[in-house]
């Protein structure tokens, strides 16, 4: 259960998961999806796959990743998404504050 | 979740269990002979699942499930043939009672099956739209855990009478959601 918190404490690997609800795609679609290196994404792929959350199918020169969450990860998987929304929200009004704070001291 | 090394022991040691009682019920109450017939083909049927369940394989994950499923089967069979003993031995546990565990037990298996149906994986190559499939088995899923989580709700909460009427609405809405969604999906898959 703890590589299920880690793999879901990452919002990259969240984007995935939610890429992958949508239909099973290649790593090569994924990576393509996020503007990180692609040693990155690979990690990403693995940590997700130590988790069980995601199972890679090799087709010839190509991989298929496919969703492998159950209903109380994907439960799970909402949740921190929706904690992560209130976050994001006063992180970006912080930011606003600073920038505001140094237009006014300009 | 039940660990790899839990289900391993633990599926088997139901089992005994099972035949144990089994032949306890069946030495003090012979009359019920196709009862105890039945049920021991029951046995049969999951200790040959768990015998050609391999330990580790390619697709280990996926044996896990079969050793935890018939972990669960036979936890239930285990309470439903341990009432019957207690009965026979004068220890009457109230009808409800023996309902509400057989309901509660039923309910726990309907959101097991339900929470790991869709991190079964069918096989990329058999299915043309495989994400339809595999939308069709998260809906399933997600409609097993939620009827079993308000069945075992029903079956603690209301009296038997209400608890009967709700598990009959329960199942009525659940297989009306059910044949909803997938049509909605399958919709969705002829669009797409």
Known sequence: MNQVFRALADPTRRRVLQLLRERPRTAGELAAAFPVSKPTMSAHFSVLQEAGLIAAERNGRTILYRLRMSVLEEALMGFVHSLEGPKRAVARRRRGDVKRRAWEGA | ?192
């Open chain 2, 1 to 192: 979740m039940m660990t790899r090394s839990t289900s391993k022991v633990l599926a088997p040691a139901l089992l005994a269990t099972g035949a144990l009682l089994l032949g306890a019920d069946a030495v003090l109450r012979p009359g019920h002979a196709g009862a105890w017939a039945a049920a021991a083909g029951v046995l049969a049927v999951m200790a040959f699942m768990l015998w050609r369940t391999p330990d580790r394989a390619a697709g280990g994950w996926a044996h896990r499930n079969v050793r935890d499923g018939v972990a669960l089967a036979a936890a239930i069979v285990d309470v439903a043939l341990g009432l019957r003993l207690a009965d026979a031995f004068g220890m009457h546990p109230q009808g409800s009672l023996a309902l509400r565990v057989t309901m509660l037990a039923t309910a726990a298996f309907l959101v097991f099956t339900g929470n790991e149906l869709p991190k079964v994986l069918v096989p990329a190559g058999r299915h043309a739209d495989l994400a339809r499939v595999e939308a069709c088995r998260r809906v399933a899923g997600w409609t097993g855990v939620l009827t079993g989580i308000v069945l075992a709700i029903v079956w603690v909460a209301l009296p038997i009478d209400a608890a009967m009427v709700a598990s009959l609405v329960t199942f009525g809405v659940a297989a009306i959601v059910l044949v909803w969604q997938l049509g909605i999906a399958r919709r969705r898959g002829q669009a797409a």
